[in-house]
């Protein structure tokens, strides 16, 4: 039986910049669409005229990412169905646990937000941070998955300002708005 060492050449090696631990694609899109979706929502919690209630503000959030996850991970359960055969199985159910990165995302927007509840902010400082982190991690999060696929790393900063621009965009827009 041949050795597995016989079976690799030279040009099987990997480079080094593609050993580091990948992010799944998956884990990236639902991370990032976590990310955005708590920072829209948290810029639409500055309604005039409302008395802030942070904590029910970090609840409807965390039900918010609970649901659209739920919904995008039976969105490819309704897909695989209409391309394979209609039963249920456990794949199927992995496939909506999937979305959990959605929902991990939106945690340090609620955590922030529940600091508001605890007194060590105010709402508005704690949306306002909570803006500037989404925004932020947009683009740890462009930045690593761009050195992870082998770019340098002004290419890698650039596509993690391309990510970031998502969040500047709701930063604008909620300024303006408000």
Same mark, same amino acid.
């Given at each position: 039986?041949?050795?597995?060492?016989? &079976? $690799?050449?030279?040009?099987?090696?990997?480079? &080094?910049?593609? @050993?580091?631990?990948?992010?799944?694609?998956?884990? =990236?899109?639902?991370?990032?669409?976590?990310?955005?979706?708590?920072?829209?929502? $948290?810029?639409?919690?500055?309604?005039?005229?409302?008395?802030?209630?942070?904590?029910?503000? #970090?609840?409807?959030? =965390?039900?918010?990412? @609970?649901?659209?996850? *739920?919904?995008?991970?039976?969105?490819?359960?309704?897909?695989?169905?209409?391309? &394979?055969?209609?039963?249920?199985?456990?794949? &199927?159910?992995?496939?909506? =646990?999937?979305?959990?990165?959605?929902?991990? #995302?939106?945690?340090?927007?609620?955590?922030?937000?529940? *600091?508001?509840? #605890?007194?060590?902010?105010?709402?508005?400082?704690?949306?306002?941070?909570?803006?500037?982190?989404?925004?932020?991690?947009?683009?740890?999060?462009?930045?690593?998955? #761009?050195?992870?696929?082998?770019?340098?790393?002004?290419?890698?900063? =650039?596509?993690?300002?391309?990510?970031?621009?998502?969040?500047?965009? +709701?930063? +604008?827009?909620?300024?303006? +708005?408000?």
């Amino acid at each position: 039986m041949p050795d597995r060492a016989d &079976r $690799v050449g030279p040009d099987d090696v990997a480079p &080094r910049a593609i @050993l580091r631990r990948q992010p799944s694609e998956q884990w =990236l899109f639902s991370g990032i669409y976590g990310l955005v979706l708590a920072s829209a929502l $948290v810029a639409a919690l500055d309604a005039g005229g409302e008395e802030a209630d942070p904590g029910a503000d #970090a609840l409807w959030l =965390l039900l918010t990412a @609970l649901a659209s996850s *739920a919904a995008h991970g039976y969105a490819h359960v309704i897909a695989q169905r209409a391309s &394979r055969d209609g039963s249920a199985t456990a794949s &199927r159910l992995r496939s909506v =646990l999937t979305e959990w990165p959605l929902v991990v #995302a939106v945690l340090p927007t609620v955590a922030l937000l529940l *600091a508001a509840v #605890a007194g060590w902010w105010a709402e508005a400082t704690s949306a306002d941070a909570a803006l500037l982190f989404n925004t932020v991690a947009l683009f740890c999060l462009g930045a690593w998955a #761009a050195r992870t696929a082998g770019h340098g790393w002004v290419s890698s900063c =650039l596509a993690g300002g391309l990510d970031m621009l998502i969040g500047l965009v +709701i930063i +604008i827009a909620n300024s303006l +708005i408000h």
